[in-house]
């Protein structure tokens, strides 16, 4: 069967392998485009994020709903939060790094205090919807990795009034991700 732009989502929910060569012809400009946008200093780790990219599209496509999305937004979306996976993990990665064994060039400083600040914005951007307590609950439980035991102390709320403001803070995110629909 020839793949088409009409029917080429329903051959990759039937796991026609012939589809990921027609999104890598026809949408593979979209995922360069943005993995090269945010990770614009790494560019060592271009090939890689890509094939994530394609595997996380062929992975999930049965949550594609072009109800909800063009298809050219999806894959941009997925290539957005693959490359801000792949800088957190450079980043964590130059965190774990041995210090004492090693001699660090200023660019590579440099180089980590941009990554940084870029991720820092980016979260920034995608937490700016929530309150500033449920964005607090977020930062602490998501990037300070504190355990929801530790949250509840350190704020006085009960567990289950957190975890309701995680739900709710949740849903929100995705609701101004897909564009407020």
Request: glycine letters at 4%; one cysteine or more.
């Amino acid at each position: 069967m020839k793949i088409t732009e009409e029917n080429f989502v329903a051959q990759m929910k039937m796991r026609n392998q012939d589809t990921l060569a027609y999104v890598i012809d026809h949408y593979a400009w979209i995922l360069k485009t943005v993995i090269k946008k945010h990770l614009f200093y790494l560019p060592n780790l271009y090939e890689e994020c890509m094939n994530d990219c394609l595997l996380a599209i062929w992975n999930n496509i049965g949550h594609y709903d072009p109800e909800r999305n063009s298809f050219k937004n999806w894959v941009g979306g997925i290539a957005k939060y693959k490359s801000i996976d792949y800088v957190r993990k450079h980043l964590k990665d130059l965190d774990n790094e041995n210090l004492e064994d090693m001699t660090i060039p200023v660019e590579d400083n440099s180089l980590k205090e941009v990554l940084t600040r870029e991720l820092e914005d980016e979260t920034e951007k995608i937490l700016s919807s929530l309150s500033e307590e449920t964005r607090e609950i977020f930062k602490q439980l998501y990037f300070e990795e504190k355990d929801i035991n530790e949250l509840a102390e350190a704020t006085g709320f009960s567990k289950a009034v957190l975890y309701n403001r995680i739900s709710r803070g949740k849903k929100k995110i995705r609701k101004e991700l897909r564009g407020g629909h």
